[in-house]
């Protein structure tokens, strides 16, 4: 399996642009995690689904920010409009059902950059 | 309040040496424990524990849970400087509704 996949990888853009990040999970997993990291606060989930539901969206700083799952194999989270504090490191996670659905299993991230 | 904390914050030791990193957690109704490294990029699974006492080991890592003292340990032998990362440490919790809650890490560093 290729594992999660994220793009874009990097992403530079002004304050006010909208920004889309992309989320492949990996095949059979049901659930879906979206996180950011930075140096100050450290790993914050942001949102995650199961079974392409929004479960729990209170992470979500503000109104800014959405996150999507059409379907299993597909996520996005938007920001529109961007700030320079959203600048960041955005992960993707999934894991799968039964027994080790503990274990997340992340993407390589998307290094955002708000100027 | 479901908790992980993570002890040292960092640790700076010698190519060779042995370590042993601390992370102890307070939630309500455990369910797992889960180890990651963290290099510059994402963070990799590395172990899940769930019963007390049986040790989990893959090469030179290896880990431990109590699940009585609320704790578990990583250990890593004849350190390398490819051990260096930021090791992770984090716990489903109640509060959470059983997502990650996650300690701060330890910033481990191999001088060589």
């Known amino acids: 399996d290729a594992g999660v996949i994220q793009s874009p990888r990097h992403e530079v853009t002004e304050m006010g642009q909208e920004v889309t990040l992309r989320c492949k999970p990996i095949?059979?997993?049901?659930?879906l995690f979206w996180y950011r990291q930075t140096m100050m606060r450290g790993l914050e989930l942001l949102i995650y689904?199961?079974?392409?539901?929004?479960?729990?969206d209170s992470g979500m700083p503000e109104d800014r920010f959405s996150a999507k799952m059409p379907n299993a194999s597909f996520s996005t989270l938007k920001i529109q409009p961007s700030e320079p504090r959203d600048s960041a490191v955005y992960f993707c996670?999934?894991?799968?059902?039964?027994?080790?659905?503990?274990?997340?299993?992340f993407g390589p991230g998307t290094r955002l950059t708000v100027l | 309040e479901d908790k992980v904390v993570q002890s040292p914050l960092s640790l700076v030791v010698h190519e060779g040496d042995t370590v042993t990193l601390n992370c102890s957690y307070e939630?309500?109704?455990?369910?797992?424990l889960l180890w990651y490294k963290q290099e510059k990029k994402a963070p990799t699974f590395l172990f899940m524990l769930?019963?007390s006492g049986i040790e989990k080991k893959s090469g030179r890592l290896s880990s431990i849970l109590d699940k009585k003292e609320l704790f578990s340990i990583l250990n890593i032998t004849a350190t390398q400087t490819g051990d260096s990362a930021v090791y992770l440490c984090?716990?489903?919790?109640?509060?959470?509704?059983?997502?990650?809650?996650w300690g701060a890490g330890t910033k481990l560093i191999i001088k060589p």
């Open positions: 996670a999934s894991s799968p059902p039964g027994r080790f659905t503990d274990t997340q299993y």
């Open positions: 095949s059979g997993h049901d659930y």
């Open positions: 689904f199961n079974n392409n539901v929004p479960i729990d």
């Open positions: 939630v309500t109704n455990f369910r797992s």
């Open positions: 769930t019963s």
């Open positions: 984090a716990v489903p919790g109640l509060d959470s509704n059983y997502q990650l809650i």
